[in-house]
Protein backbone atom coordinates (compact mmCIF):
# COMPACT_ATOMS: atom_id res chain seq x y z
CA UNK A 1 0.00 0.00 0.00
CA UNK A 2 3.10 2.11 0.79
CA UNK A 3 3.82 2.36 -2.82
CA UNK A 4 0.17 3.03 -4.38
CA UNK A 5 0.47 5.81 -1.85
CA UNK A 6 3.74 7.04 -3.14
CA UNK A 7 2.89 6.71 -6.48
CA UNK A 8 -0.05 9.27 -5.78
CA UNK A 9 2.52 12.03 -4.76
CA UNK A 10 4.10 12.49 -7.83
CA UNK A 11 3.30 15.24 -10.46
CA UNK A 12 1.82 12.22 -12.71
CA UNK A 13 -0.06 11.15 -9.50
CA UNK A 14 -2.03 14.17 -8.72
CA UNK A 15 -2.84 14.78 -11.86
CA UNK A 16 -4.41 11.48 -11.83
CA UNK A 17 -6.13 12.74 -8.74
CA UNK A 18 -7.23 16.25 -10.19
CA UNK A 19 -8.75 14.25 -13.29
CA UNK A 20 -10.26 11.57 -11.24
CA UNK A 21 -11.92 14.42 -8.99
CA UNK A 22 -13.01 15.73 -12.33
CA UNK A 23 -15.15 12.62 -13.10
CA UNK A 24 -16.52 12.53 -9.99
CA UNK A 25 -18.00 15.99 -10.09
CA UNK A 26 -19.32 15.46 -13.78
CA UNK A 27 -21.05 11.89 -12.58
CA UNK A 28 -22.85 14.08 -9.25
CA UNK A 29 -23.90 16.33 -12.71
CA UNK A 30 -25.20 13.83 -14.26
CA UNK A 31 -26.71 11.82 -11.96
CA UNK A 32 -28.74 14.84 -10.58
CA UNK A 33 -29.60 15.53 -13.83
CA UNK A 34 -31.34 11.86 -14.11
CA UNK A 35 -32.82 12.18 -10.75
CA UNK A 36 -34.44 15.71 -11.62
CA UNK A 37 -35.92 13.72 -15.29
CA UNK A 38 -37.04 10.97 -12.97
CA UNK A 39 -39.63 13.58 -10.84
CA UNK A 40 -40.40 15.22 -13.70
CA UNK A 41 -41.54 12.21 -15.62
CA UNK A 42 -43.60 11.00 -12.29
CA UNK A 43 -45.44 14.52 -12.33
CA UNK A 44 -45.89 14.71 -15.62
CA UNK A 45 -47.71 11.19 -15.11
CA UNK A 46 -49.77 12.49 -12.09
CA UNK A 47 -50.78 15.54 -13.86
CA UNK A 48 -51.93 13.33 -17.22
CA UNK A 49 -53.62 10.95 -15.08
CA UNK A 50 -55.75 13.94 -13.84
CA UNK A 51 -56.24 15.95 -17.07
CA UNK A 52 -57.70 13.01 -18.40
CA UNK A 53 -60.14 11.77 -15.97
CA UNK A 54 -60.99 15.73 -16.24
CA UNK A 55 -61.24 16.06 -19.53
CA UNK A 56 -64.65 13.66 -18.79
CA UNK A 57 -66.09 16.59 -16.75
CA UNK A 58 -68.68 18.00 -18.97
CA UNK A 59 -71.64 19.18 -16.55
CA UNK A 60 -71.15 21.53 -13.29
CA UNK A 61 -71.91 18.60 -11.28
CA UNK A 62 -69.02 16.59 -12.46
CA UNK A 63 -66.36 15.86 -10.01
CA UNK A 64 -62.54 17.06 -10.68
CA UNK A 65 -59.44 15.45 -9.62
CA UNK A 66 -57.01 18.21 -7.89
CA UNK A 67 -53.55 17.95 -10.32
CA UNK A 68 -50.70 18.05 -8.31
CA UNK A 69 -48.08 20.75 -7.53
CA UNK A 70 -45.37 20.67 -9.43
CA UNK A 71 -41.97 19.42 -7.62
CA UNK A 72 -39.80 22.10 -6.00
CA UNK A 73 -36.63 22.91 -8.63
CA UNK A 74 -33.74 21.92 -8.28
CA UNK A 75 -34.80 18.27 -6.52
CA UNK A 76 -31.76 17.09 -4.73
CA UNK A 77 -30.66 13.50 -5.08
CA UNK A 78 -30.61 12.16 -1.66
CA UNK A 79 -29.59 8.69 -0.44
CA UNK A 80 -32.32 6.96 -1.35
CA UNK A 81 -33.39 5.85 -5.22
CA UNK A 82 -37.00 6.40 -4.90
CA UNK A 83 -38.45 9.75 -6.92
CA UNK A 84 -40.65 11.12 -4.42
CA UNK A 85 -44.34 12.46 -5.29
CA UNK A 86 -45.10 15.66 -6.93
CA UNK A 87 -46.66 17.95 -4.44
CA UNK A 88 -49.97 18.15 -3.02
CA UNK A 89 -52.44 19.78 -4.60
CA UNK A 90 -53.94 22.73 -3.35
CA UNK A 91 -56.13 21.85 -0.66
CA UNK A 92 -58.93 23.91 -1.83
CA UNK A 93 -58.57 22.57 -5.20
CA UNK A 94 -62.63 22.53 -6.89
CA UNK A 95 -64.28 19.93 -6.29
CA UNK A 96 -66.17 19.99 -9.05
CA UNK A 97 -66.22 21.90 -12.59
CA UNK A 98 -69.49 24.56 -10.91
CA UNK A 99 -66.50 25.26 -8.23
CA UNK A 100 -64.26 25.84 -10.72
CA UNK A 101 -66.52 28.07 -12.51
CA UNK A 102 -67.38 30.39 -9.33
CA UNK A 103 -64.03 30.53 -7.89
CA UNK A 104 -63.24 34.32 -7.13
CA UNK A 105 -60.59 36.10 -8.45
CA UNK A 106 -58.53 35.77 -5.48
CA UNK A 107 -58.57 31.87 -5.59
CA UNK A 108 -58.36 31.28 -8.99
CA UNK A 109 -54.80 33.80 -8.53
CA UNK A 110 -53.66 31.56 -5.88
CA UNK A 111 -54.48 28.08 -7.69
CA UNK A 112 -52.55 29.69 -10.54
CA UNK A 113 -49.70 30.60 -8.99
CA UNK A 114 -49.70 26.93 -6.81
CA UNK A 115 -49.12 25.52 -10.41
CA UNK A 116 -46.70 28.11 -11.73
CA UNK A 117 -49.16 29.45 -14.44
CA UNK A 118 -49.62 33.28 -14.99
CA UNK A 119 -52.61 35.55 -13.44
CA UNK A 120 -52.99 37.67 -16.07
CA UNK A 121 -55.83 39.08 -17.03
CA UNK A 122 -59.26 39.32 -16.08
CA UNK A 123 -61.51 36.77 -14.17
CA UNK A 124 -62.90 34.88 -16.77
CA UNK A 125 -59.23 34.63 -18.94
CA UNK A 126 -57.64 33.56 -15.48
CA UNK A 127 -60.74 30.87 -14.99
CA UNK A 128 -59.90 29.77 -18.85
CA UNK A 129 -56.57 29.22 -18.27
CA UNK A 130 -57.27 27.10 -14.90
CA UNK A 131 -59.35 25.44 -16.66
CA UNK A 132 -57.75 24.60 -19.48
CA UNK A 133 -54.53 23.65 -17.70
CA UNK A 134 -56.52 20.76 -14.97
CA UNK A 135 -58.36 19.21 -18.32
CA UNK A 136 -62.10 20.84 -18.06
CA UNK A 137 -64.25 22.77 -19.79
CA UNK A 138 -63.90 26.22 -19.05
CA UNK A 139 -66.98 28.44 -18.08
CA UNK A 140 -69.01 29.51 -21.14
CA UNK A 141 -68.11 26.25 -23.27
CA UNK A 142 -71.22 24.52 -24.05
CA UNK A 143 -71.82 21.02 -21.55
CA UNK A 144 -69.88 23.04 -18.81
Keep these: MANVSSDLDTPEGREFIKKLDSLQTKLNHVSTGVYQLCVDREYREACFAARLFNSYS ?64 DL ?11 GCLPPGTAGA
Design 58 to 121: NTSADKLRPLPTPPARPVSVEATTEVPPPGEPPAFFPATVGDAHRLTDEQVSVLLAAYGLTDQG
Design 124 to 134: DAKRARLCSFV
